[in-house]
């Protein structure tokens, strides 16, 4: 038992403190402390918070308090209290407070004032670890803390040891706990999962005797769960937790309507972010084995709860392939061909009904359902080639209903929408892509320091390239489906909705949007009311810090604005409204940010006039004019209003070796295509074979869905130039778009890598001006900080290779051709973003100890490193999002090069410095058109071997010459380009500077 | 694919030649080329392409013109140039021997060697070819040369494929001889007379000789035949069967190349496409070429 006396006082110092804080500088003040244990108040006297007038209060008896209140000559009361006053109405008058400060900082600063210790950056982060995952009394808290602590510091033995003060289990370690750790122990100290797991493990006799009338099995049977925590560490009992995985993510972005969405989708990221040393198919085995434990089941909910299975699936897909045979059967083919389709079909339901068991280990278990897919999926891509590259079979098959029907085999098609199950080879394909990519994260884990860090930014890229998935649009019965993004990886099955319908199909959301409301705001400080009218966003992700930066700007002197309404126009109304309806009390009632909901576009139409493509798109733009006028911003995100409609077209590029491949096609082959190439033929295969389902042509064709519709951009040109108050932003994923509109005014330009897809963002407005990068400056910096949390959505990642620092700031240079970096640390606590960017308050490195040095150059190396050079879709894509960010910070053409060099994977030379002049310009960059635009020069000529006339033709059809000759000019002062890019760019200007 | 003199060992010499212009033996020869390149049984090492058109077209005009300087031609330094080739992530070396485009009008070897006599110019070309073979058999035992020639059946030619089966004799090194028509009427019967004079003259048996007749359809026929509903395979057995019956040597083996519109497209006056752009038309494929 430990021993607590003389709590109270360190509790009476606290109160002074916390009180102190709260009020400093406050002449009058009414102020309630809840949340408050009852035995704090036993041998409280309040008589030594003489500074204020003090009274403990409960629901039963406040009316001490309610006179103090009524007495004008008393301008400094506190009330202490354990469940609160707020539903006490004689004293609304009173600002609450919990006794457990919500601001850390405070909590800190009270601590270590009380306790007179000095609290280092890593026992602060450990505990607010703690405090993010579990519930934690305030008396839990103080108590923990105060055991803790011995000869006037925190003892980090005793800070382990004694975790079962809060309800976790404790630990023998005399070291901080990282934090995978500490949020496991915390995972599996829930009395149901210590009851159901011990119990498990007693009954299958692996548990050690661990002796003794305390013995976990007497314990048990007491049920007296706290008492097993209290005589157990957890290194003793550890083996029996394996496997236990949380249900449902931390409460980031909890605003949204995510709670089916799982920490841990698949047993890969469980293996590599718990760091579990175990084989991927024992891991599996055993969950497989545990599946229907229903104990087991009901304590962690394991992922595949969202697959759904029923009993008629094996049934109707029977019927389906007997319906197919029966189609095959009826078209005029040769006996040999005939028996070629029909034996392939057969080896489809063979292969598929012989795994069937293996497929329902579902994506969750993501290695057996790989295994056990690959036999049916590599057969049901072989059929579709056989379709395709006969030249007899596919011309008989051609006007018939055999293509579509074998495409949308295992489908259900219902209400507008086409269900394509996990298990459609089609899907099955997408998730063996995912596990080729963790495999290869696996394979790459070592034992160093970093390892963690490593494998949590890889995790976290390969979280969003699979949002991505290998095609897009189904035509079926005259009409065309196309994937709703945000049902992949989500509910077992992969969505693709009818395009007349309008429903969405983008992940955008307000994350992305935020800068450009704000910047927005800032444009036009005098306005005070503001109309934003966004269409088509996906979801509402990123609103309610979208919504608190608006109130801190509501709130500034800098700017008038006092309200901002957003018109939310979508064919997803209802389920928006809904999500808005889960978070309006976090977005507060206080009028200043506000909502209207509309549907435009869709509504009114009928489905003749939409198929229409002319007066569709009429009847379309005359609207947008409207809702375009009627407000201050507008947002297009990533509209069908942008672009024409999709079409089917002939694939230029790359058909003969495309048709090599299929010829003997492997889908191991394709899968290693993918992740070195970023590219495999399955989407060539599928389009195409939608097109020969009705046309008689030959080579590839593809789906075409995003060229832009000019009519649009006019409109929005000619509203700009009308009003230059008006501000446009469409967010588009047609990668070309900067290029296709490049020579419209006043548009400025951002790329960003979003949930797996590329977005650029243009900014359409009178106001902006053209921002032309400067010639000199081979030099960017950036937050590590932002970078990770925009990039991959990864908070505080800094804080894995410092856990003290605040924000790392690398400042990129290159010297003599080696790429040197600058690492800055920032500590302060008291800077906000801005300030450190600035880069004041710079850590001296001196201060940094051996090994943080050397995490954090281990860190710097690998990044620029092995892992660009490693050259796969993870590195690719990390590339790419580096690029875009990186884009933001660099402001002249020498930087931009560096970035373009940085991304293709340099030895760096690693310095701690602070003599760094960080010339941070400023961090909410709105316009990078030009470094956008190199790029997209650059990307150009890496497709290019030589110079030919085609390629001055596109040349002169995407770019400007004068920007040309600045990157030619900058290339000769400062190398930064390849040998070929250097050569092949120097001859098209050669050659443009002759026309 | 090929026959059976040729499998079985381990270079390959590949002969092109048609008996007019036009009908598409560089590109036919340059897409063996390319295609072995990047095929992925990766069958030789040493990938040779040999342009002995001394009246055609220059083939440094297909590549970046930079890479094959007059100073570099095979006539003068005996040796092929590198060039590499790129498609997707893979990169390769072809070997390209070229001969002075300016200079072919004249003879092979031109007037500032003073050999104004073509037969004497075209000898010394055949031994420095042949020799560069060896040369290379001996370097690299699994190398291709494709040779493409000048159209029509010149004693020149005559003369190296006859070194070459003499070469084959000895050493691992299989011939395959590609006769390249089109489609068109004359050019195709014109092609069955030489090659029937060839089987009759050639010193070597037809026994030991592959020969391929090769039908471009430069005109793109097989999209013409498929818009009236005709019946593509069928049209070209029918003419197969036709052509096997004038030919003499019945071993012949006849082969469609389908007509390439990107192909077609490159060497457009004014938006010419290099090779190394444009690698992927050089492939063969199971429906872009294949024996009837």
């Given at each position: 038992?430990?021993?607590?006396?003389?709590?109270?006082?360190?509790?009476?110092?606290?109160?002074?403190?916390?009180?102190?804080?709260?009020?400093?500088?406050?002449?009058?003040?009414?102020?309630?402390?809840?949340?408050?244990?009852?035995?704090?108040?036993?041998?409280?006297?309040?008589?030594?918070?003489?500074?204020?007038?003090?009274?403990?209060?409960?629901?039963?008896?406040?009316?001490?308090?309610?006179?103090?209140?009524?007495?004008?000559?008393?301008?400094?009361?506190?009330?202490?209290?354990?469940?609160?006053?707020?539903?006490?109405?004689?004293?609304?008058?009173?600002?609450?407070?919990?006794?457990?400060?919500?601001?850390?900082?405070?909590?800190?600063?009270?601590?270590?004032?009380?306790?007179?210790?000095?609290?280092?950056?890593?026992?602060?982060?450990?505990?607010?670890?703690?405090?993010?995952?579990?519930?934690?009394?305030?008396?839990?808290?103080?108590?923990?803390?105060?055991?803790?602590?011995?000869?006037?510091?925190?003892?980090?033995?005793?800070?382990?040891?004694?975790?079962?003060?809060?309800?976790?289990?404790?630990?023998?370690?005399?070291?901080?706990?990282?934090?995978?750790?500490?949020?496991?122990?915390?995972r599996?100290?829930?009395?149901?999962i210590?009851?159901s797991r011990?119990?498990k493990?007693?009954?299958?006799?692996?548990?050690?005797?661990?002796?003794?009338?305390?013995?976990?099995?007497?314990?048990?049977?007491?049920?007296?769960?706290?008492?097993?925590?209290?005589?157990?560490?957890?290194?003793?009992?550890?083996?029996?937790?394996k496997n236990t995985v949380r249900n449902t993510r931390?409460?980031?972005?909890?605003?949204?309507?995510n709670e089916m969405e799982v920490l841990y989708a698949t047993s890969y990221e469980y293996k590599l972010l718990e760091?579990i040393?175990d084989?991927i198919s024992d891991i599996e085995s055993e969950w497989l084995r545990d599946k229907n434990d229903e104990e087991i089941e009901a304590e962690f909910e394991l992922t595949w709860k969202d697959y759904e299975f029923s009993d008629h699936m094996q049934?109707?897909?029977?019927?389906?392939?007997?319906?197919?045979?029966?189609?095959?059967?009826?078209?005029?083919?040769?006996?040999?061909?005939?028996?070629?389709?029909?034996?392939?079909?057969?080896?489809?339901?063979?292969?598929f009904?012989?795994n069937w068991e293996g497929v329902r280990a579902t994506p969750s278990c993501l290695y057996t359902f790989c295994l056990k897919s690959e036999?049916?999926?590599?057969?049901?891509?072989?059929?579709?080639?056989?379709?395709?590259?006969?030249?007899?079979?596919?011309?008989?098959?051609?006007?018939?209903?055999?293509?579509?029907?074998?495409?949308?085999?295992w489908?259900?098609?219902?209400?507008?929408?086409?269900s394509m199950p996990f298990y459609h080879?089609?899907a099955a394909?997408h998730y063996m892509?995912l596990q080729?990519?963790y495999?290869?994260?696996?394979?790459?884990?070592?034992?160093?320091?970093?390892?963690?860090?490593?494998?949590?930014?890889?995790?976290?890229?390969?979280q969003?390239?699979g949002?991505?998935?290998?095609?897009?649009?189904?035509?079926?019965?005259?009409?065309?489906?196309?994937?709703?993004?945000?049902t992949v990886n989500k509910v077992g099955k992969v969505i693709?909705?009818?395009?007349?319908?309008?429903?969405?199909?983008?992940?955008?959301?307000?994350?992305?949007?935020?800068?450009?409301?704000?910047?927005?705001?800032?444009?036009?400080?005098?306005?005070?009311?503001?109309?934003?009218?966004?269409?088509?966003?996906?979801?509402?992700?990123?609103?309610?810090?979208?919504?608190?930066?608006?109130?801190?700007?509501?709130?500034?002197?800098?700017?008038?604005?006092?309200?901002?309404?957003?018109?939310?126009?979508?064919?997803?109304?209802?389920?928006?409204?809904?999500?808005?309806?889960?978070?309006?009390?976090?977005?507060?009632?206080?009028?200043?940010?506000?909502?209207?909901?509309?549907?435009?576009?869709?509504?009114?139409?009928?489905?003749?006039?939409?198929?229409?493509?002319?007066?569709?798109?009429?009847?379309?733009?005359?609207?947008?004019?409207?809702?375009?006028?009627?407000?201050?911003?507008?947002?297009?995100?990533?509209?069908?209003?942008?672009?024409?409609?999709?079409?089917?077209?002939?694939?230029?590029?790359?058909?003969?070796?495309?048709?090599?491949?299929?010829?003997?096609?492997?889908?191991?082959?394709?899968?290693?295509?993918?992740?070195?190439?970023?590219?495999?033929?399955?989407?060539?295969?599928?389009?195409?074979?939608?097109?020969?389902?009705?046309?008689?042509?030959?080579?590839?064709?593809?789906?075409?869905?995003?060229?832009?519709?000019?009519?649009?951009?006019?409109?929005?040109?000619?509203?700009?130039?009308?009003?230059?108050?008006?501000?446009?932003?469409?967010?588009?994923?047609?990668?070309?778009?900067?290029?296709?509109?490049?020579?419209?005014?006043?548009?400025?330009?951002?790329?960003?890598?979003?949930?797996?897809?590329?977005?650029?963002?243009?900014?359409?407005?009178?106001?902006?001006?053209?921002?032309?990068?400067?010639?000199?400056?081979?030099?960017?910096?950036?937050?590590?900080?932002?970078?990770?949390?925009?990039?991959?959505?990864?908070?505080?990642?800094?804080?894995?290779?410092?856990?003290?620092?605040?924000?790392?700031?690398?400042?990129?240079?290159?010297?003599?051709?080696?790429?040197?970096?600058?690492?800055?640390?920032?500590?302060?606590?008291?800077?906000?973003?801005?300030?450190?960017?600035?880069?004041?308050?710079?850590?001296?490195?001196?201060?940094?100890?051996?090994?943080?040095?050397?995490?954090?150059?281990?860190?710097?190396?690998?990044?620029?490193?092995?892992?660009?050079?490693?050259?796969?879709?993870?590195?690719?894509?990390?590339?790419?999002?580096?690029?875009?960010?990186?884009?933001?910070?660099?402001?002249?053409?020498?930087?931009?090069?560096?970035?373009?060099?940085?991304?293709?994977?340099?030895?760096?030379?690693?310095?701690?410095?602070?003599?760094?002049?960080?010339?941070?310009?400023?961090?909410?960059?709105?316009?990078?058109?030009?470094?956008?635009?190199?790029?997209?020069?650059?990307?150009?000529?890496?497709?290019?071997?030589?110079?030919?006339?085609?390629?001055?033709?596109?040349?002169?059809?995407?770019?400007?010459?004068?920007?040309?000759?600045?990157?030619?000019?900058?290339?000769?002062?400062?190398?930064?380009?390849?040998?070929?890019?250097?050569?092949?760019?120097?001859?098209?200007?050669?050659?443009?500077?002759?026309? | 694919?090929?026959?059976?003199?040729?499998?079985?060992?381990?270079?390959?010499?590949?002969?092109?030649?048609?008996?007019?212009?036009?009908?598409?033996?560089?590109?036919?020869?340059?897409?063996?080329?390319?295609?072995?390149?990047?095929?992925?049984?990766?069958?030789?090492?040493?990938?040779?392409?040999?342009?002995?058109?001394?009246?055609?077209?220059?083939?440094?005009?297909?590549?970046?013109?930079?890479?094959?300087?007059?100073?570099?031609?095979?006539?003068?330094?005996?040796?092929?140039?590198?060039?590499?080739?790129?498609?997707?992530?893979?990169?390769?070396?072809?070997?390209?021997?070229?001969?002075?485009?300016?200079?072919?009008?004249?003879?092979?070897?031109?007037?500032?060697?003073?050999?104004?006599?073509?037969?004497?110019?075209?000898?010394?070309?055949?031994?420095?070819?042949?020799?560069?073979?060896?040369?290379?058999?001996?370097?690299?035992?699994?190398?291709?040369?494709?040779?493409?020639?000048?159209?029509?059946?010149?004693?020149?030619?005559?003369?190296?494929?006859?070194?070459?089966?003499?070469?084959?004799?000895?050493?691992?090194?299989?011939?395959?001889?590609?006769?390249?028509?089109?489609?068109?009427?004359?050019?195709?019967?014109?092609?069955?007379?030489?090659?029937?004079?060839?089987?009759?003259?050639?010193?070597?048996?037809?026994?030991?000789?592959?020969?391929?007749?090769?039908?471009?359809?430069?005109?793109?026929?097989?999209?013409?035949?498929?818009?009236?509903?005709?019946?593509?395979?069928?049209?070209?057995?029918?003419?197969?069967?036709?052509?096997?019956?004038?030919?003499?040597?019945?071993?012949?083996?006849?082969?469609?190349?389908?007509?390439?519109?990107?192909?077609?497209?490159?060497?457009?006056?004014?938006?010419?496409?290099?090779?190394?752009?444009?690698?992927?038309?050089?492939?063969?494929?199971?429906?872009?070429?294949?024996?009837?």
């Amino acid at each position: 038992m430990k021993d607590f006396k003389n709590i109270n006082e360190y509790f009476l110092r606290y109160l002074k403190l916390y009180i102190s804080t709260l009020t400093e500088g406050k002449e009058e003040f009414f102020l309630s402390l809840c949340d408050i244990e009852e035995e704090f108040f036993h041998d409280l006297d309040i008589s030594r918070l003489s500074k204020w007038r003090v009274t403990v209060v409960d629901n039963r008896d406040y009316s001490k308090a309610v006179r103090l209140r009524n007495d004008i000559r008393i301008k400094k009361i506190i009330l202490l209290s354990g469940e609160g006053i707020k539903q006490i109405d004689s004293l609304k008058d009173f600002n609450e407070y919990p006794i457990l400060p919500r601001n850390r900082t405070m909590l800190w600063d009270c601590l270590s004032k009380v306790f007179q210790v000095d609290l280092e950056r890593s026992i602060e982060s450990f505990i607010e670890t703690i405090l993010d995952n579990k519930e934690i009394a305030f008396s839990e808290l103080f108590k923990y803390f105060y055991a803790s602590i011995e000869n006037g510091k925190v003892d980090l033995t005793k800070l382990n040891g004694n975790l079962d003060i809060l309800g976790i289990w404790k630990s023998k370690s005399d070291k901080i706990l990282n934090k995978g750790r500490i949020e496991k122990m915390i995972r599996t100290s829930k009395s149901t999962i210590v009851e159901s797991r011990l119990t498990k493990a007693i009954t299958e006799n692996r548990m050690k005797d661990l002796g003794g009338k305390n013995s976990i099995s007497t314990l048990l049977s007491q049920g007296n769960i706290q008492k097993i925590l209290e005589t157990y560490y957890y290194e003793d009992v550890e083996a029996y937790f394996k496997n236990t995985v949380r249900n449902t993510r931390p409460n980031e972005e909890n605003e949204s309507s995510n709670e089916m969405e799982v920490l841990y989708a698949t047993s890969y990221e469980y293996k590599l972010l718990e760091q579990i040393d175990d084989d991927i198919s024992d891991i599996e085995s055993e969950w497989l084995r545990d599946k229907n434990d229903e104990e087991i089941e009901a304590e962690f909910e394991l992922t595949w709860k969202d697959y759904e299975f029923s009993d008629h699936m094996q049934e109707d897909f029977l019927k389906q392939v007997s319906k197919l045979k029966e189609m095959i059967q009826n078209v005029d083919l040769t006996n040999l061909k005939m028996e070629q389709l029909l034996e392939k079909l057969e080896n489809v339901k063979k292969y598929f009904l012989d795994n069937w068991e293996g497929v329902r280990a579902t994506p969750s278990c993501l290695y057996t359902f790989c295994l056990k897919s690959e036999g049916y999926v590599q057969e049901y891509i072989e059929l579709l080639c056989l379709i395709l590259l006969d030249d007899k079979i596919r011309l008989k098959l051609t006007g018939t209903q055999v293509i579509i029907n074998l495409l949308l085999l295992w489908c259900e098609k219902k209400d507008g929408e086409i269900s394509m199950p996990f298990y459609h080879p089609i899907a099955a394909f997408h998730y063996m892509s995912l596990q080729k990519i963790y495999e290869n994260i696996v394979r790459n884990q070592d034992v160093g320091s970093i390892n963690y860090l490593k494998t949590r930014i890889q995790v976290a890229a390969a979280q969003k390239v699979g949002m991505q998935f290998p095609v897009e649009f189904l035509e079926s019965d005259g009409r065309l489906y196309r994937v709703d993004y945000t049902t992949v990886n989500k509910v077992g099955k992969v969505i693709f909705r009818d395009m007349l319908s309008g429903l969405g199909y983008s992940v955008l959301d307000f994350r992305i949007i935020q800068g450009q409301v704000i910047d927005y705001i800032k444009k036009h400080p005098f306005l005070t009311e503001i109309n934003v009218a966004v269409l088509d966003i996906g979801d509402l992700n990123g609103l309610l810090q979208l919504a608190s930066k608006i109130r801190e700007c509501s709130i500034s002197d800098d700017y008038n604005v006092s309200r901002v309404t957003f018109r939310i126009l979508s064919a997803q109304e209802d389920e928006l409204k809904k999500s808005l309806a889960q978070m309006l009390e976090s977005i507060g009632t206080d009028d200043i940010v506000r909502f209207r909901f509309g549907r435009y576009g869709y509504q009114n139409k009928s489905r003749d006039s939409l198929k229409n493509n002319t007066a569709g798109k009429k009847a379309d733009l005359a609207e947008l004019k409207e809702i375009i006028e009627e407000a201050d911003l507008t947002i297009l995100s990533d509209s069908s209003i942008l672009y024409y409609e999709p079409k089917m077209v002939s694939n230029k590029i790359g058909n003969n070796m495309i048709m090599k491949r299929l010829e003997h096609v492997d889908i191991r082959a394709q899968l290693e295509d993918y992740f070195s190439n970023s590219n495999c033929d399955i989407p060539y295969l599928w389009d195409t074979l939608q097109h020969i389902a009705i046309e008689q042509d030959e080579g590839f064709w593809c789906w075409k869905s995003r060229a832009i519709n000019n009519q649009t951009i006019s409109l929005i040109n000619q509203v700009i130039s009308d009003d230059i108050e008006k501000a446009i932003v469409v967010l588009s994923s047609n990668a070309d778009i900067i290029s296709e509109i490049n020579k419209t005014k006043y548009i400025q330009a951002l790329r960003r890598k979003y949930n797996g897809k590329s977005i650029n963002i243009l900014n359409f407005s009178g106001r902006n001006g053209i921002e032309r990068l400067d010639s000199e400056g081979e030099v960017f910096s950036y937050s590590v900080k932002n970078l990770y949390n925009e990039a991959l959505d990864l908070e505080e990642i800094h804080q894995y290779i410092l856990p003290e620092a605040k924000d790392i700031i690398l400042t990129i240079q290159i010297k003599d051709g080696i790429m040197h970096c600058h690492c800055n640390i920032c500590s302060d606590d008291g800077l906000d973003t801005a300030d450190v960017m600035r880069g004041t308050q710079l850590e001296q490195p001196g201060l940094l100890v051996g090994d943080e040095k050397k995490r954090c150059t281990e860190w710097i190396e690998w990044q620029f490193g092995d892992f660009f050079r490693q050259d796969n879709i993870i590195s690719r894509y990390c590339q790419e999002l580096w690029i875009n960010q990186w884009y933001e910070e660099a402001y002249s053409v020498p930087a931009v090069l560096l970035v373009e060099r940085l991304c293709r994977g340099n030895e760096v030379k690693v310095r701690f410095g602070q003599n760094i002049e960080l010339d941070h310009k400023r961090t909410d960059r709105t316009d990078c058109m030009e470094a956008v635009k190199i790029h997209d020069i650059i990307g150009f000529v890496q497709d290019k071997v030589t110079v030919d006339e085609r390629t001055i033709s596109q040349f002169f059809e995407r770019f400007e010459a004068t920007l040309l000759e600045r990157i030619i000019r900058c290339d000769e002062t400062h190398h930064l380009l390849n040998s070929k890019e250097s050569e092949i760019l120097t001859g098209i200007y050669e050659r443009v500077r002759e026309i | 694919m090929s026959g059976s003199n040729v499998t079985s060992k381990n270079s390959k010499i590949i002969f092109i030649n048609s008996f007019k212009g036009g009908a598409g033996k560089t590109t036919l020869a340059l897409t063996h080329c390319i295609d072995s390149l990047f095929n992925e049984k990766k069958e030789y090492e040493n990938i040779v392409y040999m342009d002995l058109d001394i009246l055609g077209t220059g083939t440094c005009y297909l590549f970046d013109e930079k890479k094959m300087p007059i100073e570099k031609c095979f006539n003068y330094t005996q040796k092929p140039v590198s060039i590499e080739l790129q498609l997707q992530r893979q990169q390769y070396t072809l070997y390209v021997a070229y001969l002075n485009p300016r200079l072919k009008n004249h003879s092979a070897y031109g007037i500032d060697q003073f050999m104004y006599h073509q037969e004497v110019a075209a000898e010394i070309l055949r031994n420095d070819v042949l020799n560069f073979i060896k040369l290379e058999i001996e370097r690299a035992s699994n190398s291709l040369f494709v040779l493409d020639c000048a159209p029509g059946f010149s004693e020149f030619e005559q003369k190296l494929l006859k070194d070459c089966y003499t070469l084959a004799l000895d050493r691992k090194v299989g011939i395959l001889e590609e006769y390249v028509t089109t489609l068109d009427e004359g050019h195709v019967r014109k092609c069955i007379q030489c090659l029937n004079d060839s089987c009759r003259s050639f010193s070597v048996s037809e026994k030991h000789r592959t020969m391929r007749l090769i039908l471009n359809d430069v005109q793109n026929y097989a999209k013409h035949l498929n818009s009236k509903g005709i019946e593509v395979e069928q049209k070209w057995k029918d003419i197969s069967k036709e052509i096997k019956k004038e030919l003499i040597n019945r071993s012949i083996e006849l082969y469609i190349w389908r007509y390439s519109e990107s192909i077609a497209m490159q060497s457009t006056f004014l938006d010419k496409v290099k090779i190394e752009n444009q690698i992927d038309d050089y492939m063969f494929t199971r429906n872009n070429f294949y024996i009837i």
